[in-house]
């Protein structure tokens, strides 16, 4: 098992511009959700998906977009880039949703100028 | 909203020295809680989950407890290790949410 996996490790983008982070898990875990880590603040929860085909929005959701087709991936959509959205991205899946444990992948490090 | 605080930001103790760590939440009707473990550059471990009706639970050398009605956890690591350096963070999930709320963790570091 391979677990979660994100791509990539590291991103520079500057304002305005539009991205897609990747998220992939191999554990058929249903429930998959989007962090995001800054100094001080702690994870913030963004966007979330109890299955294929359903997501909804979490703390911190304004300019990012999520979809689910597969069970596997969970892509975050930045639609146009703002320096305050450079934070470092973790993607997590469960079997049983929040109250189950969590797995985390390894975070991808973005920074928009 | 909740609201998740952990004590102290930052702790340094001697190898060998049993340690605890210190979770707060403002709101009591917790679903769970669970301790993690960040190592640096890296994702976070489920080191321990507690569940709202556990008043703890152990792993080796670690042992969380949890008091619900004081809106506290501790977690507790007996006879610390260089290999225990990391930031430690907990989080709860409400009664009637589907999130995490996290602390935002103690950083530890353990001197050999």
């Known amino acids: 098992n391979a677990g979660v996996t994100q791509t990539p490790k590291f991103q520079v983008l500057k304002t305005g511009q539009s991205m897609t982070l990747q998220c992939a898990q191999d554990?058929?875990?249903?429930?998959m959700s989007w962090y995001r880590q800054d100094p001080g603040m702690g994870l913030r929860l963004i966007h979330y998906?109890?299955?294929?085909?359903?997501?909804d929005q979490g703390e911190v959701p304004n300019g990012y977009n999520v979809s689910r087709s597969t069970t596997e991936d969970f892509p975050l959509r930045l639609l146009s880039a703002a320096p305050s959205q450079t934070s470092v991205y973790f993607c997590a899946s469960s079997y049983s949703g929040p109250t189950g444990e969590q797995f985390f992948g390894p975070g991808t490090r973005l920074t928009v100028l | 909203k909740q609201e998740v605080t952990q004590i102290p930001a930052a702790l340094s103790v001697p190898e060998g020295e049993n340690l605890v760590l210190n979770c707060s939440f403002t709101?009591?009707?917790?679903?769970?809680l669970q301790w993690f473990r960040q190592d640096p550059g890296k994702g976070l471990t489920s080191l321990l989950l507690i569940q709202s009706s556990q008043r703890e639970q152990t792993s080796g050398r670690l042992n969380a407890s949890l008091d619900k009605s004081s809106g506290r956890s501790t977690l507790y690591i007996a006879a610390s290790q260089p290999g225990d350096s990391a930031t430690y963070l907990c989080?709860?999930?409400?009664?009637?949410?589907?999130?995490?709320?996290f602390g935002t963790g103690t950083s530890l570091t353990v001197i050999p």
């Open positions: 998906s109890v299955g294929a085909g359903i997501t």
């Open positions: 554990m058929n875990h249903e429930y």
């Open positions: 709101d009591s009707a917790i679903y769970n």
């Open positions: 989080a709860v999930v409400v009664d009637t949410g589907n999130q995490f709320y």
